[in-house]
């Protein structure tokens, strides 16, 4: 994955943090499945990658507030 130059190399099942830009860019990638209701094929948007997303708390750092 990659954000205005820079590269991001998110393994599978690894907990990694990364910018929220990444996770919106995962959010923003989709593709389209088919699915068959009755005789016709129905395009259906879905997520690309799966993947689970939390707030990290920001550390402090000395002398800073």
Do not use: Q
């Amino acid at each position: 994955l990659s954000i205005n130059g820079h590269g991001f190399n998110i393994p599978r099942s690894v907990p990694v943090i990364v910018p929220e830009e990444v996770i919106e860019i995962l959010d923003n990638a989709t593709m389209t499945v088919y699915e068959k209701v009755g005789e016709k094929m129905v395009p259906r948007e879905v997520k690309r990658f799966s993947y689970n997303a939390r707030p990290v708390p920001r550390t402090r750092t000395k002398g800073k507030s």
